[in-house]
């Protein structure tokens, strides 16, 4: 039993008489998602994942049983067909039914498929819906499948090697931002929801791992938005005997072969009137080069290192004034730059304050040796050398949970001691990275199922 897809490609170009010659026999199952009856005609639309094909139910050929077809067939049933295929004097490709059988009446209508979804979030609290009336959203989700599936296989390809590590975590680690929490019974203990496995990952590096990844599913109990989903994708890649200058080159060449897939003989795609170059070298900026090119708020680069001078744009920004330095300048970025940051760049010299797991830079001890790659105003990646001195790492997970009531990971400590080789690591976060590939505005038209509030 061949699909539509594969009947199409084969045999949508070819002359109608050498289709005729052919005589091919077709068998296929699917969904009825028109039906139109002309004189002793039934003209069916049968719909499979990716398209859809005209069966002709002729009153002749089917005799007794054209009668009980139009009375019980209707759109949204399932059937299973037999016939040959021919082409229209339309040139349509069709397949004339010899043979038919019901396999799911339908118990509920279809919305009608001009009106479509309107009511506000059924397409998503719905999503088996609006895949059967939407074709736009089939294509959303199997670009989806095709770019998980292309990530896989160029990491596999340089002997990069998947791996799983726990969703249930005893404490909340590896990155900063609001835990999901339960509770497991037996252990009597809380648990939290992984955030990222960040720490698990170099876990295996210290084991003797030396290029790995996982394609994961993180939760994040804090905003939802265009670009926020609480359950959201990512993948994590880590080397050893390597550095963030590396990642910074292995992003690019990820980022470069799904395009190179998706949008075949193209250099750049065009969103909201921006074209966005993939084929050039990517900018870097460092974040305060960035904020000076970006925003009119500084005469010269200088002024962001002025205390006093920061503090007056934090009030003008609506910053609370009693945060450091380096986390207004970072909220400064956020609020002024970010969303600037149209073709894809490379962001560098965050401070090392608010990189607690980065290496300290060779030439200045207070920045990191991080990036975080924006594309289209999106934060996509970020990446880093990885600290591997374990008193320092101690040092900033009590500067890092210093009036929170939460743990560190006291076994990462006791894990760093068997020595962490030279690492970088990258994590991408794959729902927005297929927005902007697939030109999709918002995060909820690329997760099957996102989060909605009860209605």
């Known amino acids: 039993m061949k699909n539509i897809s594969y009947i199409i490609k084969l045999y949508k170009n070819k002359p109608k008489n050498i289709i005729e010659k052919l005589n091919l026999k077709i068998k296929f199952s699917g969904r009825i998602i028109s039906k139109r009856i002309m004189k002793q005609n039934i003209f069916f639309n049968l719909q499979d994942i990716k398209n859809n094909i005209q069966i002709l139910a002729n009153k002749k050929i089917l005799k007794h049983k054209y009668i009980k077809i139009i009375k019980n067939s209707n759109i949204g049933d399932i059937i299973y067909i037999k016939g040959f295929l021919f082409k229209t004097n339309t040139n349509e490709l069709t397949i004339k039914c010899k043979y038919i059988k019901k396999l799911v009446k339908i118990k509920l209508h279809l919305p009608d498929k001009y009106n479509k979804l309107k009511k506000k979030n059924t397409k998503f609290r719905k999503r088996y819906l609006d895949l059967i009336i939407n074709s736009k959203t089939k294509k959303n989700f199997l670009l989806r499948i095709k770019i998980l599936y292309l990530i896989r296989k160029y990491l596999n390809n340089n002997n990069y090697l998947e791996v799983e590590t726990p969703m249930l975590h005893p404490i909340p680690g590896g990155a900063i931002a609001k835990p999901f929490i339960t509770y497991h019974k037996k252990l009597n203990m809380k648990m939290y929801l992984r955030i990222a496995p960040e720490l698990y990952l170099k ?173 289209n105003g999106y934060e996509i990646a970020n990446g880093f050398s990885e600290l591997n001195n374990y008193k320092e790492q101690k040092k900033r997970f009590i500067k890092q949970i210093k009036n929170k009531n939460i743990n560190y990971d006291k076994n990462y400590i006791e894990a760093l001691k068997y020595g962490l080789p030279p690492t970088a690591g990258i994590g991408i976060g794959i729902d927005r990275l297929i927005m902007i590939l697939g030109k999709i505005n918002t995060i909820k038209e690329i997760i099957f199922f996102p989060t909605l509030k009860n209605i």
């Open 203 to 375: 876990k295996l590096i210290i084991g003797g791992f030396t290029k790995i990844f996982e394609l994961n599913r993180n939760f994040r109990n804090e905003g939802i938005s265009t670009t926020h989903n609480p359950e959201f994708t990512m993948i994590e890649i880590y080397k050893a005997y390597s550095n963030y200058k590396y990642m910074m080159k292995l992003i690019q060449k990820i980022i470069n072969y799904l395009f190179q897939n998706i949008h075949k003989n193209k250099t750049y795609i065009t969103i909201k009137n921006n074209k966005i170059f993939f084929y050039k070298k990517y900018k870097v900026l460092t974040i305060k080069k960035a904020i000076y090119k970006y925003s009119s708020l500084f005469k010269n680069i200088k002024e962001l290192d002025n205390k006093k001078y920061i503090k007056k744009i934090a009030i003008k920004l609506n910053i609370n004034i009693k945060l450091s330095n380096n986390k207004i300048i970072e909220k400064i970025f956020k609020l002024t730059t970010e969303k600037k940051l149209i073709q894809p760049t490379f962001i560098t010299e965050y401070s090392i304050e608010t990189s607690p797991l980065a290496l300290k830079n060779k030439y200045n001890k207070n920045i990191s040796d991080r990036f975080e790659l924006f594309i």
